[in-house]
């Protein structure tokens, strides 16, 4: 019977490496410190082209000071939804260093009511965060006509 490993058999592996580097300041960063900062941000952040055609879901991330480090695009989706991947949003913040986020997607409707997918999806993400000692601060639906709404705000968090 041939044996599986052999002694002088060489593995590879892949290396894991965890560095971050930022190509801003700090000091130059934004900081949030209410949901319309958070939504002035964001916006900045949306292709007015498409807003209003297509869903995104993008994740602020910020320092302990509530600066932020950065905004990742983590899911494109179609006119009524967008897929969300937990663990993506987590390795992101992660990865960057975030200590708190802040969530948000838009409604190419126009219509700011959270559907029921939205609120479920943000009960989950707020569990996992609480968890991984990484807050979530807000979840923020944007829309083409330039309003939005704060889950915090609403005390939805």
């Known amino acids: 019977m041939e044996t599986m490993l052999q002694s002088n058999t060489l593995f590879q592996v892949a290396e894991i490496q965890l560095r971050y580097r930022s190509g801003a300041k700090l000091s130059d960063a934004p900081v949030v410190s209410q949901s319309s900062d958070a939504f002035r941000i964001l916006s900045a952040c949306w292709n007015p082209d498409t807003i209003g055609l297509f869903e995104e879901f993008k994740v602020l991330l910020l320092n302990r000071a509530n600066k932020v480090l950065g905004v990742i695009n983590l899911s494109s989706g179609g006119m009524t939804g967008t897929v969300v991947d937990i663990k993506l949003v987590f390795g992101a913040a992660l990865k ?62």
């Open 96 to 157: 960057s260093a975030a200590t708190c986020l802040i969530l948000s997607h838009n409604h190419p409707s126009g219509n700011l009511k959270p559907s029921e997918a939205d609120l479920t999806l943000t009960r989950q993400l707020v569990e996992v965060g609480k968890l991984m000692e990484l807050p979530v601060l807000d979840h923020i639906i944007l829309t083409p006509e330039g309003t939005y709404k704060s889950f915090a705000d609403e005390g939805l968090m």
